[in-house]
């Protein structure tokens, strides 16, 4: 027991030294960094402020819940975990900050990304069975005793699924312009180090009904030398199952960006279009959380059993697991970047492009076992930036 305890204590420091070591190096190089003095350092904006959103394309699986029913849906109703799936787009809003003082090539700046997506599906699947004539003694067509049932129920299949999660990602960062003169003469490349603060969330809950087995079921006895015609049943299935899970990661870790801006077009002063890019890497050290429970029931009315206006239903209750809780530490990698085209006036500036965040092996999206997924968002964005004196 006490060799686990030390090694999670060297595991824990180990995390705090990184961060340590990474906020203390870029204070350290801020700090002491010389000032250069730029002719153009009067009329350049010190404080950047930048606004924007995302549409992304979400990239987060985990295990489909797919009870084990005695009797199998049948294949003319799709099974049910084609409607359980997560949202496929989500949106995202982010803000950002960054303070470059007169006379420096420094910039400090905060950001804070926040998305949410949301998928509600309730699927109604139902065969839709014909009245069936009966004859009450088939041996004698001359009687001509004949009577149409109406069916009272159906093959169905109801899914109802309901998928909802939120992303919190947060950047502290101090960068310096290294001025590398291979992207041109007004280019611009910065290369920041800092700390990224992420964190996911993720609902789900699904429902299910179904009668897999419905039909029409009579039977004849012989009477009086005849075949007669003593009853008609609707034997079914009627099964239930309900499933909930509240998945989490939250962590935080030390990150270094580089980012660069290259005009082709236009001037500073009536307009330039510029080539944007940049790419992120980070480390987070943090943990994944994890509930999950589930249930479901069984009802069968028996074939045969009907006399007299009477039938038999017996009930089946599956036992169900208890609710499995899980929690651990995970170290996470983190691998980005984004491309666009920006115009830029000295106070303000426009950008359009692709963002894409890739967080690898950052939640257990298991039921009974853990079961690792990443957790990626990628798609379109733009942003408006406004520069104040």
Avoid: C
């Amino acid at each position: 027991m006490s060799e686990l305890i030390q090694k999670n204590d060297s595991r824990a420091t180990i995390r705090w030294k990184l961060l340590a070591s990474a906020s203390a190096l870029t204070l350290i190089a801020y700090v002491s960094s010389p000032n250069l003095a730029k002719a153009e350092d009067a009329d350049r904006p010190s404080i950047w402020i930048e606004l924007g959103g995302q549409l992304s394309r979400l990239e987060d699986n985990s295990e489909f819940f797919a009870p084990n029913f005695p009797t199998p849906r049948p294949s003319v109703l799709e099974p049910s975990q084609k409607f359980e799936k997560p949202p496929f787009f989500g949106f995202e809003e982010d803000g950002k900050i960054s303070l470059q003082p007169k006379n420096s090539d420094w910039v400090l700046s905060a950001s804070l990304r926040y998305g949410r997506a949301l998928k509600n599906s309730h699927v109604q699947q139902q065969t839709k069975p014909a009245a069936t004539r009966f004859n009450f003694y088939p041996t004698m067509p001359s009687a001509g005793q004949y009577f149409t049932r109406q069916p009272h129920a159906a093959r169905f299949a109801e899914t109802r699924a309901r998928n909802s999660e939120t992303y919190t990602i947060l950047d502290f960062q101090a960068g310096k312009d290294v001025g590398l003169g291979i992207f041109g003469k007004n280019a611009s490349s910065t290369l920041s180090l800092g700390v990224r603060f992420a964190q996911f969330q993720d609902k789900s809950s699904v429902n299910l009904k179904s009668d897999p087995d419905w039909h029409f079921q009579h039977k004849y006895y012989l009477y009086g030398g005849y075949l007669e015609l003593q009853f008609v049943v609707e034997p079914f299935h009627s099964n239930a199952a309900a499933f909930q899970a509240e998945r989490s990661f939250r962590g935080l870790g030390p990150s270094l960006s580089w980012s660069s801006s290259v005009p082709f077009a236009g001037d500073p002063q009536g307009g330039e279009l510029a080539f944007d890019w940049d790419v992120n890497l980070a480390v987070i050290f943090g943990r994944q959380r994890t509930r999950t429970s589930h249930k479901s029931t069984g009802r069968y009315q028996s074939p045969g059993t009907y006399f007299n206006g009477k039938h038999a239903l017996v009930t089946t209750s599956y036992r169900a697991p208890p609710p499995q809780t899980r929690s651990r530490n995970v170290t996470v990698p983190n691998v980005g970047g984004s491309v666009g085209l920006s115009w830029q006036l000295p106070n303000f500036k426009m950008r359009l492009g692709y963002r894409a965040d890739f967080f690898f092996g950052a939640m257990d999206g298991g039921i009974e076992t853990p079961k690792t997924y990443d957790r990626n968002f990628y798609g379109p964005f733009a942003s408006v930036s406004i520069g104040l004196p």
